[in-house]
């Protein structure tokens, strides 16, 4: 073996390193701020809504406005961890070496980050909102829910493995 190849190998070790953890760190960021970006424009519009329609009429309507938003809560989580573990998939297999194996076990561990800083700013959000205690525990139902369907709909890519 020459000498001149255990340096190449280890910065390109190195690179590839550095290379996923910037990746690693985009993905929870941009997973995040896109889920709280539209969770939180929703949330907002239904919220006006549910207030024009607790004046207008009772306030079952506005209920039902505030428990469809909880709904699309969910499937939103569904769809932007579904295709963030995708775009991390995709981006995890260019940033690593050739003979290398993509470290996919980063993928559900990313979707986790993402969904907990998510929550955590919602949580932080609801927080200045006088509460009963049977609303805080499903809010606190809600937030588990979006935690595990982003686990779970980043668990399903990396199983599948397809890009």
Known sequence: MAKGKTPRV?????????????????????????????????????????????????????????????????????????????????????????????ATQLIPLAAFCAALLAVAVLVLLDAQLPQSVLGWTIEAGRDAAIVAIFWFSASRVVARGRL
Do not use: C, E
């Open 10 to 102: 280890a910065d390109a070790r190195t690179r590839a390193v550095r290379d996923i953890s910037g990746i690693f760190a985009w993905a929870v960021a941009i997973q995040a701020a896109a889920f709280l970006a539209i969770s939180i424009s929703i949330a907002f519009a239904t919220g006006l809504l549910a207030q024009a329609m607790a004046n207008a009429t009772n306030g079952a309507a506005a209920l039902a406005l505030l428990a469809l938003d909880w709904v699309i809560d969910l499937v939103l989580a569904l769809v932007i961890g579904y295709a963030g573990a995708r775009r991390l998939l995709r981006a995890l297999v260019r940033a690593t070496p050739h003979p290398a194996k993509p």
